[in-house]
């Protein structure tokens, strides 16, 4: 087998094609997701629970709930309740 250099073109200062536009990519849905807290697990306490069962999270009562968009975390808040759903009140914007 022959192994040979790849050689690239150089790059110059060319024009650059048209910008994407903010208002071009508002539309586009992201899922957003709001984390409670996290617990580490082994299998054997998965395969154990059951009705009833209590898991322990890493976050202290009354602490901020993390909003996340795409794994990142955007903002944080607090739970509320509309109607008969629960929303999050954001407290503090985390990225600018």
Not at 29 to 44: D, F, I, N, T, Y
């Amino acid at each position: 087998m022959e192994v040979k250099n790849v050689k690239f073109p150089e790059f110059g200062e060319e024009e650059k094609g048209e910008k994407v536009e903010q208002r071009s990519l508002k539309d586009i849905p992201v899922q957003a997701r709001v984390e409670l807290g996290q617990a580490e697990m082994s299998l054997k306490e998965i395969l154990d629970l059951s009705e009833g069962s209590i898991i322990e999270l890493n976050r202290l009562a009354g602490e901020p709930l993390d909003l996340k968009v795409g794994g990142q975390l955007i903002a944080q808040g607090e739970v509320v309740a509309i109607d008969d759903y629960y929303g999050l009140r954001i407290t503090n914007v985390v990225m600018k």
